[in-house]
């Protein structure tokens, strides 16, 4: 199964994301057997930084290096997809500033429901940075349910257990891109994120 065939945006509402940058993973799926998926922020803005793209893009390498802080010895992200692991995005289009806008969040978050909806076996969510826990709590709430994240610093929340339709919900944050190398404190909280994690599956 390829997710960009099933699910997508075509009315493009949203104002403040580059429309250009615009992606759903495209890579050839198993959905059964898929128990772990890691949610991230937005893309890249050059489509050749992404999570599947041909050689070293930024995103591929700093999320394969999260994964070896958290004790998985991976080497490419299509050795995290073998582990039963899925990479996607909250917001399916690049940002254009520094933060993203709650309107445009809760409008995307309806492709992510629908490409959640596609994989019946998921165990464990792992929400990558506020975006991605801003977008999982839209999609509780529309299906008549509480916030799965209560509102609060990461730091402060993470650690403790949470769930959304009996699925394990680890808040962390962004792995994908830059950041992930500088800030060293959020580097290691994401290891240890993805290792209890791991321990799940």
Same mark, same amino acid.
């Given at each position: 199964?390829?997710?960009?065939?099933?699910?997508?945006?075509?009315?493009? &509402?949203?104002?403040?994301?580059?429309?250009?940058?615009?992606?759903?993973?495209?890579?050839?799926?198993?959905?059964?057997?898929?128990?772990?998926?890691?949610?991230?922020?937005?893309? &890249?803005?050059?489509?050749?930084?992404?999570?599947?793209?041909?050689?070293?893009?930024?995103?591929?390498?700093?999320?394969?290096?999260?994964?070896?802080?958290?004790?998985?010895?991976?080497?490419?992200?299509?050795?995290?997809? /073998?582990? %039963?692991?899925?990479?996607?995005?909250?917001?399916?289009?690049?940002?254009?500033?520094?933060?993203? $806008?709650?309107?445009?969040?809760?409008?995307?978050?309806?492709?992510?429901? $629908? /490409?959640?909806?596609?994989?019946?076996?998921?165990?464990?969510?792992?929400?990558? %940075?506020?975006?991605? *826990?801003?977008?999982?709590?839209?999609?509780?709430?529309?299906?008549?349910?509480?916030?799965? *994240?209560?509102? %609060?610093?990461?730091?402060? *929340?993470?650690?403790?257990?949470?769930?959304?339709?009996? *699925?394990?919900?680890?808040?962390?944050?962004?792995?994908?891109? &830059?950041?992930?190398?500088? /800030?060293?404190?959020?580097?290691?909280?994401?290891? /240890?994120?993805?290792?209890?994690?791991?321990?799940?599956?």
């Amino acid at each position: 199964m390829r997710t960009s065939r099933k699910v997508g945006c075509t009315a493009f &509402p949203c104002t403040d994301v580059n429309h250009g940058a615009y992606i759903v993973p495209g890579i050839e799926t198993k959905p059964q057997k898929i128990s772990m998926i890691m949610i991230s922020e937005a893309p &890249p803005h050059d489509q050749q930084d992404y999570f599947y793209s041909r050689g070293d893009s930024l995103f591929q390498e700093t999320t394969v290096q999260a994964f070896n802080d958290g004790g998985a010895k991976v080497s490419s992200v299509s050795e995290i997809v /073998e582990m %039963g692991v899925y990479l996607t995005t909250a917001v399916k289009c690049g940002k254009i500033g520094y933060g993203i $806008r709650t309107d445009t969040i809760k409008e995307c978050s309806q492709v992510l429901e $629908r /490409e959640l909806a596609l994989f019946p076996e998921i165990r464990v969510l792992m929400l990558m %940075g506020d975006v991605a *826990i801003k977008a999982l709590n839209y999609i509780s709430l529309r299906s008549g349910g509480n916030r799965v *994240i209560p509102a %609060g610093s990461t730091y402060k *929340i993470r650690g403790q257990k949470y769930f959304f339709k009996k *699925i394990r919900v680890f808040p962390s944050y962004l792995q994908a891109g &830059p950041s992930f190398f500088i /800030e060293k404190s959020k580097r290691r909280m994401i290891a /240890e994120d993805i290792s209890a994690a791991l321990r799940l599956l």
